[in-house]
């Protein structure tokens, strides 16, 4: 059994790191200093720190989407 | 305009209480300090906009290694402060004008944000994935088959092994995710993640995450160090991280409104 303390430096796992900031976090509205299509490309971009954009695709296709304010 | 000329505001999450905090150093180095609107504070970082104003991160929005660059910094002042109190986490790209606009943000939001801080205070996220490492293949073989009907009818067998073994694990995953559940104040089932992305051969069977009372740190490790014998028997493993921010938890006020009305 493997318990991994999380630290705070470069030893965190990058993907499980990603995976939680795509999924993850509240948006505040108003945060309106970048479009809403900037913000859906930063999403894309995250995936891309992990893998080639071919791999990416297919994933994006599984995983949520981003919640979102404006509806 | 900006209150200070050519900078943003990078914010990284929100805390409800104010204890004595150290605060690390945020991107860059640059200093992390608490803006505060009514109940809710905020833990913020002045950064020049030449280097994180919005063009900039329109520009990087496709560069990863831009974005692993802030991700890191970004997460490394959430991962500090959760060892020091409840923290619920911004979505990246949070950059705001100025401070006095995001604390009208924040005024605006009291409510809801303060009840997803309610819902996170005194928890921490614990992450939780299980990985198939051995999956064994029926150990008879090596008799040659008697037989093309002999051969038809192992072959049979064998798949009929191998999916009752698969189902055998399935239910174990679930009840695993149950008992894990159940010692946890939330809990969350993701994806499993690509193994291209995750660079892991090994098939992963849950990605879980678990809002874990921090007081109930330690009965959470010990039940899932007895849920990882269980489950080495049938080739599995489980393995744990943490204590991480409440990403997996941090619900936008909408969220919460739906929940509310709902």
Known sequence: MSVEHVNVGEDVALVDLIDRLIGGGVVLTGDIVLSIADVDLVYLGLRLVLAPAHVVEDSVRLSRSPRRLEE | ?262
């Open chain 2, 1 to 262: 305009m900006s209150a200070a000329e050519g900078t943003v505001v990078h914010a990284y999450g929100l805390i409800a209480d104010r204890p004595t905090l150290s605060l690390p150093e945020g991107v860059d180095g640059a200093p992390v300090r608490i803006a505060r609107a009514g109940d809710v504070s905020v833990l913020v970082s002045e950064l020049r906009a030449e280097a994180y104003g919005p063009e900039v991160w329109r520009d990087h929005a496709e560069d990863p290694r831009w974005l692993e660059h802030v991700a890191r910094q970004h997460h490394a002042v959430l991962q500090a402060m959760v060892e020091q109190t409840d923290v619920l986490p911004l979505r990246l790209p949070g950059i705001h004008p100025d401070i006095a606009t995001l604390e009208d943000v924040l005024r605006d939001q009291e409510a809801p944000l303060t009840r997803a801080l309610d819902t996170v205070r005194g928890h921490v996220e614990l992450g939780a994935k299980v990985f198939l490492v051995d999956e064994r293949s029926t150990p008879e073989a090596e008799q040659r088959p008697t037989s093309g009907r002999d051969y038809l009818a192992r072959r049979s067998a064998e798949a009929t092994n191998r999916e009752e073994a698969r189902l055998r694990r399935q239910n174990l995953v679930l009840d695993a995710h149950e008992s894990m559940a159940h010692a946890s104040t939330h809990a969350v089932a993701n994806p499993p993640q690509d193994s291209a992305l995750s660079g892991r051969t090994e098939p992963m069977l849950l990605n879980a995450a678990y809002l874990v009372p921090r007081e109930r740190l330690d009965d959470f490790v010990a039940l899932a160090e007895q849920i990882h014998e269980g489950l080495a028997a049938d080739g599995m493993t489980l393995e744990v991280s943490g204590p991480w921010p409440p990403y997996n938890f941090a619900a936008t006020p909408d969220d919460m409104k739906v929940g509310q009305d709902g």
